[in-house]
C-alpha cells in the first residue's frame, strides 16, 4: 500500500526540488483527480474506459496546477513577495481549506462510490481487489513513465538541472519560471492521477485527500525533502515497519508504526534518509 | 517596527468594553466570547514564534491538546487535584516544547514546518490509537474548573489570562529580547555575526509560545469537560494561522483583531460552514498576495496616508531613496 | 605590552576543505592591534571563506586561530562577536523589516547595553555617517550603498570592538558614500585603535587605506607586505594574470 502513496510524495517532492516550496494542497488535488475521475466514470466513459479517465484527469489537473501555480505561485519568484517559505505554505495550506470546502458545497459531504474497475481476482491463494490490484499496476506504470521522462528526455534532464541549480540554468537559456509552472502541474497531476486511480479503493469524498497527504508527508519526511528515490526508500520502509509492528506489537497502533519510524529517522538524520539541508551563508 | 501609535487608551477601552459586555448578552454568545479568548490566546502566542521569531510551526494547537489530556489524565488516572493536575500539565509542556524546540534549532522554513507537522500527527494519532488510556475518538471527560455549567465566570478567566498573555508578549517584544527575535526571522545568520546567541532565543520562544498554548489548552479542557483528538486536527491550527494571517502577522494587536474579527464572521455565517471556510480561505490568499500585512497593515498605511495628507509626514514610508536625494534632503 | 609581540588575530595552519576542493590551504597569518590590513586575490581565491572561518561560520578542518590570546576556532558565532570581532558582508546582511535604527541597535544590545545608551551611541554614529534622516526607515527601503554603509556602522555598535572585517565594503557602492567608509575606518582605526582587515578588489582604495596586504591565492597566502612591494611581486602579477 505504501507504493500507492508514492505518488503523493513524489509530486510534492518534485515540485520542492524545482520550487523549493511545499505544496501541502497536493492532497486536494488528489481529491479532485478523484471527483472529475468518477464524474466521467458515471457520466461520460463508463468504467470499461477508466483508463482513459485517468488520463483524462492527469491532464485536468495539471492545467488546474500550472493554472493555480500561475496566479498564485509566480508571484514569489517575480520579486513581489518577500517572506518566501511562509508565503507558500500558508498559501497552499488556504487553498487546501478552500478546495476541501468548494468540494463539500459543491458536492455534498457524501461518499461516492465509484465501480470497480476490474472484478476480484486470485493471485495464487490470496484474494485480491481488483481495485487495489489495478491501482498498484496503475502506480508503478505512471512512476516507470515518469522516470522516464526524468532520466531520458531532454526536458527531463532540464527539470533536473533547475532542481540543482536555479540560476545556474538560466544561463544555459531555460526560461525557469515557465519550467517552474510546468513542474506545479505535473505535481499535482500525479497527485490527480493518483486520486483517479485509486478512486474505487479509497472512495470519492469531499476529505478523501487528507490520509494520502498524510501519508505522503510521512514517506517525505522519512525520505527526504526533494529527494526522489527518497520517496521509494521511505514507501517501503513504512509498509513493512507497519507489517511488522502490526504483526508483532499491536495491529490496533497500525498508523503510529510509520511515525515512530519518522520520529526515529528525524533524530539521527534531522533532513530525513536522504535530505539535503541548505547552505545559509 | 512600524506599528500602529496605540496609546494605552485604546486598548484599555476595549477591555472596559470586553468586562462589561456580558451584561448585555445571552449565554451563548458569552460562551462564544469565551471560546474567541482562546483562540485570541492561540493567535497571539503563535504570531509570537511565528510572525515575529520566524519559526513556522504547525504544532501549536497539539501543545494545547497535550495540556489538556495531560491535566485530565493526570486528575483521572493519578487522582491528582485540579491545580496540581494543571500545574503539572504546563511542567510537562516546557520540557517537550523545549526537546522539540532543539530538534528543530537546525531547521529552516520549510522542514520546521514539515517536522511540527509530524508532531502534531503524532500526538494526535497516538490520542485516537490508544483509546484504552486516552478514550481515543469518544473523547475524555474532564473536570470543570469552576463547578458550574454557568459560562460568566469562565469568560472572566479566559479574559483575564488572554489580558495577562497579550501583556506578557507586549513586553517581551518591546524588550531586547524582542530585538532578538526579530533579527532571527529578518536573518538569522546576521543576527549570529551581531552577537545574538540564535539557539537560546529559538528555543526560548518556542517554550513560551508553547506553554502558553499548553495553559490555554487546559483552561480549555477544563471549561468544556470533553476532550477530544479532533482538537489536535490539522483544522485546528489552519484556523489560527487564518486568525493571524487576517489580523496581521507582524503586529502585536493583529491575532486579536484577526481572532475576535473571523470568529465573529464565522458566528454570523453559522449556517453555511463551508462557504464560511471557502471565504476565509479566499480572504487569506489574497491578503497573502495583495496586503502582506492584514488587517492592521491596511489600516495603518491608511493611517499613515491620512497623516501625509495633512503634511505632516514628509518622508512616506514606501519610497526608495536614492543617494541623489539626499543632497535635497532637508536634514542635512 | 608590546603590541608587537602580540599579535591580535592569530591564525595558524587553517585548512578548510569543501569535498573535494581544498578552499584554504595551510594559511598563516597574524595581524597587530591598529592595523588595517588589506586582503585581496583574484577571484574565488578563499577571501570570503576566510572571514567565514575567523567568524566561526564555518568549521575548520584543521590548524588553529587566536584572538588576543584566547583560541576562538570552534567557537559559535555570536560568542566571537561578543569578544570583540565584527564583520560585514558581500551583500548586505541587514535586517530589513526593522527601523535603520533599530539595526543599530542590535550589537549593543548583545553586549548588554542599556536601550538608553544604545540609543544614544546608534544616534551618534548615524550623524557621522549622514544616516540621520533615514533613522526610522525600514532597511529594507534603504538603496545598495546606503545598506553597506548600514552594515558597516551598525558594526561599530559593539562596544567590544576590537577586529571589524568588511568584506568588499566598496563594491558597486556610490563614491559619495564610499567616502563616507573610508573616513569612518580611518577615524575608527585612529581615534579607538580598531583593527580593520578590508578585503577588496578596489587597489587603488586599498593602497590609500591599508597599512599592510596580504594576497591570497587558490587558498595560499603568496605574498604580504606594502602596496608596492606587493604590486612587483613576480607571483601576485603570476596569479592574477595567469588565473
Known sequence: MGVLYCLMSLGVNFIYGIMKVINWAIGEFFMIGAYVQYLLIVIFLGVRYWYVGVFIVAFCTFFLGAFVQKILIKPMFVGMVEEKTEYATIVTIAMAILFRNLAIFIGGPYIYTPPDYAP???????????????????????LALFFYFLKRTWIGKAFQAVSQNRAGVL???????????????????????????LAPV?????????????????????????????????????????????????????????????????????????GKPERSV | MPRLRLNYSGPLLFLLIAILLPLFLTDYWIYALTITFYYVIMAITWNLLGGYTGQFSLSHHTFAV??????????????????????????????ISVLLGILCLRMRGIYLALTTWAFAEIV????????????????????????????????????????????????????????????????EVAAQAMGVNTVRWKVFAFMVASVFASIAGTLYGHFIGLISPVSGEFYEMSLIIIFVVIGGMRSQAGPVVGAISVRFLAEVLKKWPEIRMVILASVVILIMRFFNGGVMECLRQGYQRIRQRKGRNPVSGFQKLEPTQRHRGNNE | MNSQSHPLLDIKNLVKDFGGLRAVNNVSLNIKKGEIRGLIGPNGSGKTTMINLITGMYKIDNGAIYFSGDRIDGLQPY?????????????????????????????????????????????????????????????????????????????????????YLLD???????????????????????????????????????????????????????????MEEVANDPLVIDAYLGG
Open chain 1, 120 to 142: 476480484p481476482t486470485r493471485i495464487g491463494p490470496l484474494p485480491l481487489s481488483g481495485n487495489n490490484f489495478i491501482a498498484f499496476i496503475g502506480t508503478i506504470a505512471i
Open chain 1, 171 to 197: 544561463t544555459a537559456g531555460i526560461d525557469v519560471l515557465k519550467f517552474d509552472m510546468i513542474a506545479f502541474g505535473i505535481g499535482t497531476a500525479l497527485a490527480g492521477a493518483g486520486g483517479a486511480l
Open chain 1, 202 to 274: 479509497l472512495l470519492v469524498y469531499p476529505l478523501c485527500g487528507v490520509i494520502p497527504t498524510v501519508r505522503g508527508f510521512e514517506i517525505i519526511v522519512i525520505g527526504g525533502l526533494g529527494s526522489i528515490p527518497g520517496v521509494f526508500v521511505a514507501g517501503l520502509s513504512i509498509g513493512i515497519v507497519e507489517s511488522l509492528g502490526a504483526a508483532f506489537i499491536n495491529p490496533s497502533f497500525v498508523d503510529i508504526y510509520g511515525f515512530g519510524l519518522l520520529m526515529f529517522i528525524l533524530l539521527i538524520k534531522p533532513y530525513g534518509l536522504f
Open chain 2, 66 to 95: 497535550i495540556g489538556s489530556y495531560t491535566s485530565a489524565l493526570l486528575i483521572a488516572k493519578a487522582g491528582l487535584p485540579l491545580w496540581m493536575g494543571m500545574a503539572s500539565s504546563w511542567i510537562f509542556n516546557a520540557f
Open chain 2, 124 to 187: 494526535k494519532t497516538y490520542i485516537r490509537m490508544d483509546f484504552e488510556f486516552t478514550g481515543g475518538d469518544r473523547g475524555l471527560k474532564t473536570p470543570l474548573f469552576f463547578k458550574t455549567m454557568n459560562p460568566l465566570p469562565y469568560y472572566y478567566l479566559f479574559l483575564a489570562f488572554a489580558v495577562l498573555t497579550i501583556i506578557v508578549i507586549a513586553i517581551i517584544m518591546r524588550s531586547r529580547i524582542g530585538y532578538y527575535l526579530r533579527t532571527i526571522r529578518n536573518d
Open chain 3, 79 to 163: 560568542v566571537i562577536a561578543g569578544k570583540g570581532m565584527m564583520r560585514t558582508f558581500q551583500i548586505s546582511r541587514v535586517f530589513k523589516d526593522m527601523t535603520v535604527l533599530e539595526n543599530m541597535l542590535v550589537p549593543a544590545l548583545t553586549q548588554d547595553q542599556s536601550m538608553v545608551e544604545a540609543k544614544g551611541l546608534a544616534e551618534v554614529l548615524l550623524e557621522f555617517a549622514l544616516l540621520t534622516r533615514l533613522k526610522d526607515e525600514p532597511a529594507k527601503n534603504l538603496s545598495g550603498g546606503q545598506n553597506m554603509l548600514l552594515q558597516i556602522v551598525r558594526g561599530f555598535m559593539n562596544k567590544n570592538l576590537r577586529l
Open chain 3, 168 to 226: 568588499e565594503p566598496f563594491a558597486g557602492v556610490h563614491q559619495v558614500i564610499k567616502g563616507v567608509i573610508l573616513r569612518t575606518i580611518k577615524k575608527m582605526n585612529e581615534e579607538k585603535g580598531i583593527t580593520f582587515i578590508v578585503v577588496s578588489h578596489e587597489l587603488t582604495t586599498i593602497q590609500y587605506l591599508c597599512h599592510q596586504i596580504s594576497v591570497l591565492h587558490r587558498g595560499e597566502i603568496i605574498s604580504q607586505g606594502t
